[in-house]
C-alpha cells in the first residue's frame, strides 16, 4: 500500500454561488476532451451495462414468445424458469456494476490530470484498478442510505463525494478519506448534496436514449468530484504523474493545480500560454 501524506485543509466554498460554477468548470472539462471521455464511456458502457442488458432481454424474450404462444396460460411462462431467468439479469447487473466500481478511480485520475492541464488519454482508465476494492465499500456505504427513503442515499452521495479522490490523490486510508470528505461537505452540506443530485439525474438522463446517451452521461460523474475536491481543497497536488507510476508523491503543498506561470500552460486544455497571460486564447479559462 502507498504511504499516506498529510491530509489536506478543507475550504470548502460557502453559500451556493459556486454550484454554477462548478457545473460550468465540469462541462468545459467534457467539452474541452469529449473525445476522450465518450471513448472512455463507450468502454465502460460496454462492461457494465451491455451485459445487464443482455440479462433483462435473457428473460424478458422468452416471457414474452410464450405470451404470444399461450395468451390464455397463467401464469404464462414457468415460474421456476422465470426465477432462474431473473436470477441471472439481476446476477449480470451485479457484475456490471462491481466493474464500474473498478473503473470509476481511473475516470477520476483522468478527471485530475486533465484538471492540471496534463495530457489524458482513452487508457488512463485502467489507471485506476487496484482502488477499485475502496470504491467499492465506498459505494456499500452509500447504498445505506436507502434507509433514509431513498433522499438518504443522495445526502450520503454528497457527503462521501470526496472521498475516492482524496484516498486516490493523497494516499489517505479508506477511513481518513471518508472521515475528511464527511467534514468537509457536512460545512456546506446543501451545496454538496445538491451539486450531486443533480449530478447524478444527468448522468440517469442517458439511459433514456435506449442506455445510449449514458456514454456521453458516465463522465459527468468523475468530474464533478474532481471539480468539487479540487475546489474544496485547494487544488490538486502536483504529483499526479507519479500515480500511475507507483511513486509515492511527496507532501502536499498549498496552491494545488499547477498555475499557469509555472507550466506555461491552460490548467483547463492545455493550450500554450504567452508570458504574463491570464486567460487561455483558445477556451477563456481564467487561470
Known sequence: MYQETSAPVPNPPQGMAAFGDWFSEVFRLWGAQWGVWVLQGLIVFALCVVPAIAGYLSWYIPFMMQVMAHPSANPPIDPISMVRLMGITYSLMALGGLIFQFLLPGMIITALKQLRGEAISVGDLFSGLRYGG??????????????????????????????????????????????????????????????????????????????????????????????????????????????????????????????????????????????????????????
Request: hydrophobic share 55%.
Open 134 to 287: 475502496v470504491a467499492f465499500l465506498i459505494s456499500l456505504l452509500t447504498g445505506l442510505g436507502v434507509l433514509g427513503c431513498f433522499f438518504g442515499v443522495y445526502m450520503l452521495m454528497g457527503m462521501l463525494s470526496l472521498a475516492l479522490p482524496l484516498l486516490i490523490d493523497r494516499r489517505l486510508s479508506l477511513g481518513r478519506a471518508i472521515s475528511l470528505s464527511w467534514a468537509a461537505t457536512t460545512k456546506n452540506f446543501w451545496l454538496y448534496v445538491l451539486f450531486f443530485f443533480v449530478i447524478g439525474l444527468l448522468v440517469n438522463m442517458g439511459t433514456l436514449a435506449c442506455y445510449i446517451g449514458v456514454i456521453a452521461t458516465f463522465a459527468f460523474l468523475p468530474l464533478a468530484q474532481a471539480v468539487a475536491y479540487a475546489r474544496t481543497f485547494g487544488g490538486v497536488p502536483d504529483a499526479m504523474p507519479n500515480l500511475t507510476a507507483g511513486v509515492v508523491p511527496p507532501p502536499y503543498t498549498p496552491g494545488g493545480i499547477a498555475p499557469a506561470q509555472a507550466t506555461g500552460q491552460c490548467i483547463l486544455c492545455g493550450a500554450k500560454l504567452a508570458e504574463g497571460e491570464t486567460a487561455c486564447p483558445q477556451c477563456g479559462q481564467v487561470q
